[in-house]
């Protein structure tokens, strides 16, 4: 079935520091693929998505290009701040379908 | 504003207890879905719908069950809880194959 991986549980950086955590999925055709943000407390919150091969998402400064050949959906931000500490989730929707698969979740710290 | 609304917010049971979670959307979403999240795991989809009457089985489907009376309501059921249950459960609705899911605030669930 389909699946997401996301090989980083946490990443500690300090603010201004570039970020890339990686996302790389297993799923046929053309999924839709989503990167969502959870502040503690909260449910997660949807950040952007893609639906195409070399579409580029972006939101709040992050973004991400769906690489098809790679399988690879990886977001970055080029100068992170101290409130972007959260965990960060990638998923896809897979093609012709309604279910949503989650990877396990990055948790980005960031010290002022 | 897309709203998802989730009761109780904290429940304590006991192991064969029977424990209902209950998830309204007001969006007029036709997608819905119930997910736990336990560290290390990330999100984990138990069941999801999209529509009245209509329920899909998800990943880690054993020991719950599902139901959805209405467009608004789905209802997640455990009928005999155990303490493997013990996790902070998530509803989401969602309005298309491509669109972005929207989150409950969760429901924090302990069996003892």
């Known amino acids: 079935g389909d699946s997401v991986t996301q090989t980083e549980g946490q990443v500690a950086l300090s603010e201004e520091d570039f970020l890339t955590i990686h996302c790389n999925y297993s799923a046929s055709g053309y999924p839709a693929l989503f990167w969502y943000v959870q502040y503690p407390g909260e449910g997660p919150q949807f950040l952007f998505r893609?639906?195409?091969?070399?579409e580029k998402g972006s939101s709040r400064g992050f973004e991400a290009t769906y690489n098809k050949e790679a399988t690879s959906f990886h977001l970055q931000k080029a100068s992170v701040q101290e409130s972007d500490s959260a965990v960060y989730y990638c998923a896809l929707s897979g093609t012709g379908g309604y279910k949503v698969v989650f990877g396990s979740g990055t948790r980005l710290l960031v010290s002022p | 504003e897309a709203a998802v609304t989730q009761s109780p917010r904290n429940k304590v049971t006991v192991t064969g207890g029977n424990v209902t979670l209950s998830c309204r959307q007001t969006n007029s979403h036709n997608y819905m879905y119930w997910y736990r999240q336990d560290t290390g795991h990330g999100l984990r989809l138990i069941h999801y719908s999209y529509g009245a009457g209509n329920l899909q089985i998800g990943d880690v489907p054993d020991g719950y069950k599902a139901t959805r009376t209405t467009q608004e309501d789905f209802f997640l059921l455990l009928e005999l809880a155990s303490p493997s249950q013990t996790s902070l459960y998530f509803c989401?609705?969602?309005?298309?194959?491509?669109?972005?899911?929207?989150f409950g605030p969760g429901t924090r669930l302990t069996v003892l």
């Open positions: 893609a639906s195409r091969d070399k």
């Open positions: 989401a609705s969602r309005g298309g194959d491509y669109a972005e899911q929207f």
